[in-house]
């Protein structure tokens, strides 16, 4: 192969269409073009280097001082709140003394602490009720199957498998959902409340889910029920405190038509009621779709 390309170059130069020193001069150039792309690549990934070195130095730095400011201020704040259990603070005075004086004739629940979280703070629950629903969108973005993905072989045991605790299960549910069921719809009346039933609803449909086997719950709760009830119950909180925000500001002059009802009545409470189901529903689904993704790897 070598002995028929010097042939080549041989029979160029004695034609002449070869020069020997062009050759030189071209293979020089290529050489010297070749080392001048080479030095700018390496100049290249050491400017890349050192801009790295430097944003992550930068990166620390800043976050450093971040957290340094975000503590002084942190303390700050703290250092001109009230003291602890002092009695000139409006907390240990004006609002105790308005919540537990006016608070059954302002929001219609016996309840101090219903009316006080879904009537005077209603704002703040919403918060709480969407914190959970950012919190069931993670673990389900994190945690569930994509349908192309290959599932997992069943386990050989399961809570449906032992006749024990499926009996047992068994008879204890429906007691459970309607314990549930009477916690909600008394929340503004006796303690209890949306928390509180969400969770004794959501403990149910978990061993209902034990006992009947997870394949059969998923196919009554599918996860498009789940989602139109965290959807709907969360829209209606949101209006139904906007409207209730709105109509309650006595200098525009619109009074709301929801009136608080007769204290210690299960229809009473204005709002409280609605608004205890539609938290204690976003509670349940919240539990019971922690269950199945943990559980099953997948919610559908």
């Not at 001048?36 to 070195?53: S, W």
């Not at 204690?280 to 559980?295: E, I, N, Q």
């Amino acid at each position: 192969m070598k002995n028929k390309k010097f042939s080549s170059l041989l029979k160029e130069w004695y034609e002449g269409n070869l020069s020997f020193d062009e050759r030189m001069d071209s293979d020089i150039h290529k050489k010297e073009t070749a080392e001048t792309e080479e030095k700018e690549i390496r100049l290249v990934k050491d400017v890349e280097k050192a801009e790295k070195e430097l944003t992550s130095k930068g990166y620390k730095f800043f976050s450093v001082i971040f957290c340094v400011i975000l503590a002084l201020i942190l303390i700050l704040t703290v250092n001109f709140m009230p003291l602890f259990a002092d009695d000139s603070t409006p907390t240990a005075n004006e609002v105790y003394e308005h919540y537990v004086g006016e608070g059954r004739d302002q929001t219609g629940a016996v309840n101090t602490v219903a009316g006080m979280i879904l009537d005077y703070r209603a704002f703040d629950t919403l918060g709480e009720s969407f914190v959970l629903f950012t919190a069931t969108c993670a673990v389900l973005l994190l945690l569930e199957q994509s349908k192309k993905q290959k599932v997992k072989e069943k386990e050989s045991f399961t809570f449906s498998n032992d006749p024990i605790v499926c009996t047992i299960v068994k008879i204890i549910t429906p007691i459970i959902i309607v314990f549930g069921v009477y916690v909600l719809f008394n929340g503004h009346i006796s303690p209890g409340g949306g928390f509180s039933g969400g969770s004794v609803l959501g403990a149910g449909f978990i061993l209902f889910a034990m006992a009947y086997g997870e394949d059969n719950a998923a196919k009554i709760i599918t996860p498009k029920i789940i989602r139109v009830i965290t959807i709907c119950s969360l829209s209606f909180y949101c209006l139904a405190k906007s409207y209730s925000f709105f109509t309650g500001n006595e200098f525009n002059g619109i009074h709301s038509i929801i009136t608080p009802g007769t204290p210690g009545d299960i229809v009473s409470g204005g709002l409280i009621l609605p608004l205890n189901i539609a938290v204690g529903l976003v509670v349940c689904c919240t539990m019971y779709s922690f269950y199945m993704v943990f559980k099953r790897g997948r919610l559908d």
